[in-house]
């Protein structure tokens, strides 16, 4: 989901988790369905806690959310 290879301390577990949201962004990738506003909820979350890690500057300025979520975001998922 980030564009980052470092791994995410407390990115498992929990309601909203990185891995959870990863694993339904693939799910919804098979198969779309009315679902999808749930999963965009939950990207737009992360997309706020990702701006409070740019925040802090240095290293954590250059993570970024994939195209694949910026276009979701967008309201687009069908065009990827």
Known sequence: MLATQR?????????????????????????????????????????RRLGRVQALGDEYAGISLSEHVRVILRGRAGTV
């Open 7 to 47: 791994p995410v301390s407390g990115s498992s577990g929990g309601q909203g988790s990185l891995r959870a949201i990863l694993a339904e962004l693939e799910h919804q990738s098979r198969a779309p369905s009315s679902s999808e506003d749930g999963l965009r909820q939950r990207l737009l979350v992360l997309a």
